[in-house]
Structure formats: C-alpha cells, structure tokens
C-alpha cells in the first residue's frame, strides 16, 4: 500500500505558472506508475498527465500538452506536475493518483489517491 500526499497547489493568475508536487509513503513509489487528474466543480474526475514506474514515458492530455510537464525522482518517493501557461479552465482539485504495473487514463484503473490540492486560476 502507498500513502500519496499533494502539495504546491494555489491561486495564480492566468498565464502564470505553478508546481504540484506529490510525496508517495509507504511500499515503494518505482513500484507504481503515477498519474495526475483534476476535478473541476460539476465535472467528472480526469486524467491530466501521467508517467510510468521508470519515469521513462509519459502521457498528456491534449488540454495541457505543451504546457505541463510531469516527472518523478524514485530516489525521493516525488512525482512532480510543472504547469504553465495557465488557464482560467484548468482550475480544479488536482489529485495524485498511483497504480501498479502499466500506466492508464481511467480513473476507475488506479488504486491510490491523495486527498487533492486546489488549483485556482483567474482571469
């Protein structure tokens, strides 16, 4: 079992920058590909970016490719989401998310979560 901790979330004008970081407790953080999702208020949880167990691939949505940048340091247990280039639409709850084995975008495929960040862009 893994334990997921988010931080680094806020308030930030649009255009602006922020970075997420996610701390993994508990069985080890390289057993388990990472994602990132997002909640915004009425919508339905979705995956924003993730990165296989070795940090080797990673995957994006097409609403933040170019402008996030996910990657992990399995020395330290820390999955990290650089965002730029914010938009008013990209403000939601950011979650941190951890399953074994292969990387997915489905919500319902991932077995751990952290508890959320809030992310609020204005215009």
């Known amino acids: 079992q893994v334990q997921l901790v988010e931080s680094g979330g806020g308030l930030v004008q649009a255009g602006g920058s922020l970075r997420l970081s996610c701390a993994a407790s508990g069985r080890t953080s390289s057993n388990y590909a990472m994602g990132w999702f997002r909640q915004a208020p009425g919508k339905e949880r979705e995956f924003v970016a993730g990165?296989?167990?070795?940090?080797?691939?990673?995957d994006y949505a097409d609403s933040v490719k170019g402008r996030f940048t996910i990657s992990r340091d399995n020395t330290k247990n820390t999955v990290t989401l650089q965002m730029n280039s914010l938009k008013p639409e990209d403000t939601a709850v950011y979650y941190c998310?951890?399953?074994?084995?292969?990387?997915?975008?489905?919500?319902?495929?991932?077995?751990?979560w952290g508890q959320g960040t809030q992310v609020t862009v204005s215009s």
């Open positions: 998310a951890a399953r074994t084995l292969l990387l997915r975008r489905r919500v319902d495929d991932y077995d751990y």
């Open positions: 990165i296989t167990r070795s940090g080797g691939s990673t």
